[in-house]
């Protein structure tokens, strides 16, 4: 009996370390794939409703079904964000193919600032030396457009024989945590909650801030408008500054240029306009959406963006929501000694 049980034990962890070995090792050969496979699993949570749809509503193949939200997944996101990674390559190549373009804008700002407050911001060698930075930069920005090619085939993979398999995968892992069947499956209720939430509202924050930016630059006499609002887009994902990275250095600029009714305009515009359109926009979505308190966003989009790249927009703060979400857990079966029908009941 001693023996059989040595050998139990000396099985269940030869066979955990085998599991935790292949397991890591597996993790760091995807790695470069990491963005395609996250993006394939938030384009899933967003489209699973509508396979289910299909499929037991509809009664279609599931490959069918997964072929058509497959095409639809493409045409709503993956091309409208390869036209604006392809508006930024574009860009980019015309400072690596021509900088000395980049040069006589530089010193053109840089002369207008000494002619008007005596004081020569750049010289000729600090110039040629940020044209250098600026190069490099282009360059390997241009070489990681192959690995977003890379990894869109990834996220396409992967999603198909998600949509395929998608009861199976979604049975399984509810069946791999450590709770009964009734927090399981108000885990991953919350976790697809918080996905849909962050890759819906994020965005669409997103949009909204950089199409009423743009509205500004428009108006305001900004040079490449519709490059700076689609860059607003993206400012909107950093925390605590977001759009005034792009607006403010615009007024700037437009003040160096001698516009200052325009640069005054722009600065109003950004501050009483494109700012408070965020907490308007947010105030929104909180009643449609997971009600996922700002500091969480904030903390998880510093958190993310790190570990997971552009991803970790969505999975930075899905991970401090579900640190969150667990230590509720915690609290209310062990320290409150709740019922699980109360577990998830908020407090009051």
């Not at 007024?251 to 305009?265: N, P, Q, T």
Request: net charge positive; hydrophobic share 55%.
């Amino acid at each position: 009996t001693r023996m059989q049980s040595f050998k139990e034990l000396y099985w269940r962890y030869s066979l955990f370390v085998l599991i935790l070995g292949l397991g890591v090792t597996i993790f760091i050969e995807l790695t470069p794939f990491l963005g395609g496979v996250l993006g394939a699993m938030t384009i899933y949570v967003l489209l699973r409703r509508q396979m289910r749809y299909l499929t037991v509503r509809r009664r279609w193949r599931r490959s069918l079904a997964a072929s058509v939200l497959l095409v639809e997944a493409i045409v709503c996101f993956l091309i409208p964000l390869s036209g604006i990674v392809w508006m930024f390559v574009d860009k980019v190549q015309d400072f690596t193919l021509d900088p000395q373009s980049l040069i006589s804008s530089i010193r053109h700002v840089s002369e207008q600032i000494r002619l008007r407050i005596g004081y020569d911001l750049l010289q000729d060698s600090n110039i040629s030396s940020m044209v250098a930075v600026i190069t490099r930069f282009g360059q390997a920005f241009l070489q990681g457009i192959f690995s977003f090619g890379v990894n869109i085939v990834m996220l396409l993979f992967v999603l198909y024989f998600m949509l395929i398999g998608g009861t199976r995968m979604e049975n399984y892992c509810r069946a791999m945590l450590p709770f009964n069947a009734t927090v399981a499956r108000n885990v991953t209720n919350e976790i697809y909650m918080i996905v849909r939430s962050n890759a819906i509202g994020i965005p669409l924050i997103a949009v909204v801030q950089g199409s009423i930016a743009y509205a500004g630059y428009l108006v305001c006499g900004v040079p490449s408008a519709l490059f700076w609002g689609v860059v607003t887009c993206f400012a909107t994902i950093l925390p605590v500054v977001g759009t005034a990275l792009v607006w403010v250095p615009l007024a700037a600029y437009l003040a160096v240029e001698g516009s200052w009714g325009a640069a005054v305009g722009l600065m109003a515009y950004g501050v009483l306009v494109v700012t408070q359109s965020d907490n308007v926009i947010r105030f929104i979505l909180q009643k449609r959406m997971a009600d996922t308190h700002p500091l969480v966003t904030i903390l998880g989009v510093l958190i993310g963006l790190p570990l997971f790249g552009f991803m970790g927009v969505i999975f930075g703060p899905l991970l401090l929501a579900m640190f969150v979400f667990f230590v509720h857990i915690f609290k209310r079966k062990y320290l409150d000694g709740a019922e699980t029908a109360r577990l998830f009941v908020p407090d009051r």
